[in-house]
């Protein structure tokens, strides 16, 4: 027993210098197996077992400096650089906030600006959250997280239905929208992804016969949007787009890599035609696609009026106010220009000549509205331009939808492509991490995490040109609102999780990648 307590204070020794305590079970059964085969040794030369398991330790070497040199292996790593990016953003996101939030003379207003900011604080802490326990949450109740989304599907595609069987077929409810686009895009793009990167891994023996049930799950995220009336289809293009080019990416990457079983060509095959039906089936009829895409390449066709309701619009705005942007410093227009901009007579003339219509009522005049002519728009939007500025003239929201566009009109073109060249670093810098992890399982979660704000910062960017395809893309820790900034927290901090457990969980999932194949089998 008194050499039984040696090895525990040995072990014990060992364990403070390592940081990590995720490991300390896993080191200490490893050492306490080589000190119990050098005393096996011992014994088969003849010592006594007191004899041949001192003998062992002492082998061994100093507990401490064992303990230092495997602290140096198993040490769980922090990405500061990146951290450093994310910090960044955050801090130019709450000084605009503060300098664009109106004028304030004392720390209540002051206050007062930061009120919108509570976003990013929220942000942040989630993030933090997801670095420190997101990858061994997700690996322990990934099957949890699959029954949630699952329950909410069932819940958005009856509350839909029974609206239709209410309210009628054409009627909208805005609560029920807000309710299943933020739910949406929380449940099925922060989570569903990274949880459908585990569910496909730890299926990958099963190749093609994987890719397909990943398929048919995302076919039936798809239909519980369709069978809503609350959850407009055109609104919920680019996140869906987002969704099945991420899980995409996913499935090449790994038949590429060799992971699935069977042919990599076939699992390829498999993949790319999964996309095709899913893209195809969401395209259907009733989806408005062609119409959004054509709104998106030649809005001129579609303007109908400058309210923020009209994307053709504003897409046309952009491009001209775009153009006119100047390398330093914010775009020159005088008051008449601003004038001419805010009211919208630079595209459709003094008197509204060029295309308007009415588009609140869908006819070209109606007595009951205040854009039943050109001319009563403009005496509406005067009443807003009494001082006439560039914040003014922008389509609604824009420090959110147009921030990149904001930069260069605001700031210059140089400045903007400074700020656009940080926010295009941190998904850059979310994919090399990725491609540096060691353990399968951890570099497929950290892929799909890294690869959904990549598609995400491309598509905002380009819709900042002019280019805008239905409902805005987020670019992250930037683009405000709540659902925007939890799904930009929730793939960051997955990737970030991954990344500082990866050395820690390599043995642990050599176990689990055993398992798995055996049970596949």
Request: include cysteine; charged fraction near 20%.
């Amino acid at each position: 027993w008194v050499l039984r307590d040696k090895m525990d204070l040995f072990l014990e020794t060992v364990d403070e210098q390592i940081a990590c305590r995720l490991c300390h079970a896993e080191i200490n059964e490893e050492l306490r197996g080589h000190i119990e085969d050098k005393a096996e040794d011992y014994r088969g030369y003849g010592l006594s077992e007191e004899e041949a398991l001192g003998r062992a330790i002492r082998d061994m070497g100093e507990p401490d400096v064992i303990g230092m040199e495997l602290n140096r292996q198993h040490r769980i790593r922090t990405p500061w650089p990146l951290l450093g990016i994310i910090g960044l953003l955050l801090v130019i996101e709450l000084g605009e906030l503060v300098a664009f939030g109106g004028s304030w003379n004392s720390l209540s207003d002051l206050a007062y600006s930061l009120s919108d900011g509570t976003c990013y604080i929220w942000g942040l802490g989630l993030l933090l959250m997801m670095m420190y326990q997101g990858y061994p949450f997700l690996l322990k109740h990934a099957g949890a997280v699959v029954k949630t989304i699952g329950i909410f599907c069932g819940v958005l595609a009856a509350g839909g239905f029974c609206q239709r069987l209410l309210a009628g077929y054409g009627s909208e409810n805005m609560t029920l929208y807000r309710l299943y686009s933020s739910g949406f895009q929380v449940l099925i793009l922060g989570l569903g992804v990274p949880v459908s990167a585990v569910w496909l891994y730890r299926r990958r023996a099963g190749g093609c016969r994987a890719i397909a049930l990943l398929t048919l799950a995302q076919a039936f995220y798809l239909a519980a949007l369709r069978l809503s009336r609350g959850f407009r289809p055109g609104g919920s293009w680019i996140p869906v787009l987002c969704l099945l080019l991420t899980c995409l990416g996913i499935e090449l990457y790994m038949a590429v890599k060799g992971w699935f079983g069977g042919s990599a060509g076939k699992a390829i095959a498999a993949a790319i035609f999964g996309f095709a039906v899913l893209l195809t089936l969401w395209a259907a009829p009733g989806s408005q696609a062609r119409e959004l895409w054509n709104r998106c390449i030649h809005p001129e066709a579609y303007a109908a009026n400058s309210t923020a309701w009209d994307d053709s619009y504003n897409n046309m705005l952009i491009r001209e106010l775009l153009s006119r942007a100047e390398n330093f410093g914010e775009v020159q227009l005088s008051r008449e220009e601003l004038l001419n901009y805010g009211t919208g007579e630079w595209y459709y003339g003094k008197n509204g000549a060029g295309h308007w219509k009415d588009q609140r009522i869908g006819e070209t005049s109606g007595e009951d509205s205040p854009f039943s002519s050109f001319a009563a728009y403009r005496e509406y939007r005067l009443q807003f331009l009494e001082h006439p500025t560039l914040e003014k003239i922008l389509p609604d929201k824009y420090q959110s939808n147009y921030r990149a566009a904001w930069w260069v009109l605001h700031y210059g073109r140089i400045p903007a492509a400074a700020l656009m060249l940080l926010s295009v670093s941190l998904p850059a810098a979310l994919l090399f991490l990725t491609f540096r992890i060691r353990n399968r399982l951890g570099r497929t979660i950290a892929l799909s995490g890294s690869l959904l704000l990549t598609l995400e910062t491309v598509i905002y960017l380009i819709e900042n040109r002019g280019y805008q395809f239905c409902h805005f893309s987020n670019l992250p820790f930037l683009a405000e609102g709540w659902s925007s900034i939890t799904i930009t927290a929730l793939a960051a901090g997955m990737v970030l999780s991954v990344w500082r457990y990866d050395r820690v969980v390599t043995e642990k999932e050599k176990n689990k990648k055993k398992e798995c194949e055996t049970v596949v089998s």
